[in-house]
């Protein structure tokens, strides 16, 4: 059964970079069939999709943090990993990987989930 | 952008059916997917393509998409429905999340 768990600092000062990995467990990153992505949910609020990221590369970025964002995937580690560059207190929310299923089964849903990650800007 | 409106809120009685709504401009042409969300929990997927529940969601749980509008409806409802229910799609690209609806069971 695959799981995934995210991992990083819960902390971040302003104009700083925000770094997370998720570790996905009981199956392979490098299966091909799958994009893995990242979700995130400010305090009070709605879910708001970050990125979608397949272990060849390819990616789909949210075009409201498209030029603060980086995803990348470390096969050998069966890993993926966010980076957003020069975050503000509008970054703070509890971040959450997913796995996008495939369609001929899920019609492409996010059908795993971490269970997230708190993480605030402030200095 | 493509956006999705849900209502912030919505009252059922104790096993009654719940109908919670999802507006977007023609989402009766796409994939529309529902989140259950309890309170301290990551979101769990309920409704795949429209009318699809995964292994393991109860029948009471089920959806439909045409014109501007997906409904959610839950049967029978139970305290243990208590949740937000946030819809989403895919559109140009872009995976799109409604604000989420928080659904009371009294």
């Known amino acids: 059964q695959v799981q995934l768990q995210e991992s990083g600092p819960g902390l971040v000062k302003p104009s700083e970079t925000l770094s997370l990995t998720c570790t996905v467990s009981g199956g392979s990153i490098s299966s091909g069939s799958y994009y893995w992505g990242w979700v995130r949910q400010r305090p009070g609020e709605g879910l708001e999709w970050i990125g979608n990221i397949h272990y060849n590369g390819n990616t789909f970025y949210n075009p409201s943090v498209k030029s603060r964002l980086t995803m990348s995937v470390d096969a050998s580690k069966n890993q993926f990993s966010l980076r957003l560059t020069s975050v503000t207190a509008a970054d703070t929310a509890v971040y959450y990987c997913a796995r996008r299923g495939m369609i001929v089964t899920v019609r492409g849903a996010f059908d795993i989930w971490g269970q997230g990650t708190m993480v605030t800007v402030s200095s | 952008s493509y956006e999705l409106t849900q209502p912030l809120s919505v009252s059922v009685a104790l096993g009654q059916t719940a109908r919670i709504n999802c507006e977007g401009n023609?989402?009766?042409?796409?994939?529309v997917h529902w989140y259950q969300q309890k309170p301290g929990q990551a979101p769990v997927l309920v409704i795949y393509?429209?009318?699809n529940r995964p292994s393991g969601i109860p029948e009471r749980f089920s959806a439909s998409n045409s014109g501007n509008t997906a409904t959610l409806t839950i049967s029978r409802a139970q305290v243990g429905d208590e949740a937000d229910y946030s819809c989403?799609?895919?559109?140009?690209?872009?995976?799109?999340f409604g604000g989420g609806a928080k659904l009371t069971v009294l």
């Open positions: 023609n989402i009766g042409t796409k994939d």
């Open positions: 989403q799609v895919w559109d140009d690209s872009t995976m799109v």
């Open positions: 393509g429209n009318t």
